[in-house]
């Protein structure tokens, strides 16, 4: 029996000791980015602190994601969990209603959204209204564009 609690930060912790120069891949078309789990780990830490010192995400809340595989993605999935959300997420490839469903259904009020999936996640959450923040990965630009196209009410960052 372990005299720690079993979490997913203290998972993290260890990946960013233990095997800090493993690397991550990520395939964008033809080509690759490599980043260390040492650094994965360190922007999930932060990730996790943004959830809940700037959103508000509290313990038990599902966090929805729309992203490919991505390094970025993995981030999302240790940095909610560490702080005690839930990682909730979604198939672009699904029925829009049955998006919507499962958004409504888990409850999700944070989305982590990759600017490549906008146009199949932002035309449905006018019928979401539990969602009040999207996370948008990507460069200024594209969360410009996505911040111009979300319904009001809806805070980008």
Do not use: W
């Amino acid at each position: 029996m372990q005299v720690v609690p079993f979490s997913l930060a203290r998972i993290l912790e260890y990946g960013r000791r233990v095997h800090a120069a493993s690397t991550v891949t990520t395939y964008r078309g033809m080509s690759s980015e490599q980043c260390t789990f040492a650094a994965l780990g360190s922007r999930a830490a932060a990730f996790a602190h943004t959830l809940h010192d700037l959103v508000g995400t509290a313990v038990g809340e599902r966090v929805g994601t729309m992203m490919p595989n991505t390094a970025e993605h993995l981030e999302v999935l240790f940095g909610a969990g560490s702080m005690g959300a839930v990682f909730q997420p979604l198939n672009p490839f699904l029925m829009p209603d049955q998006i919507i469903h499962v958004i409504n259904h888990a409850d999700d009020r944070v989305i982590v959204l990759d600017p490549d999936l906008a146009e199949v996640l932002l035309p449905l959450l006018p019928d979401c209204p539990g969602v009040h923040t999207l996370v948008v990965t990507g460069d200024d630009e594209e969360v410009q564009a996505v911040k111009t196209a979300t319904p009001d009410g809806i805070r980008v960052l």
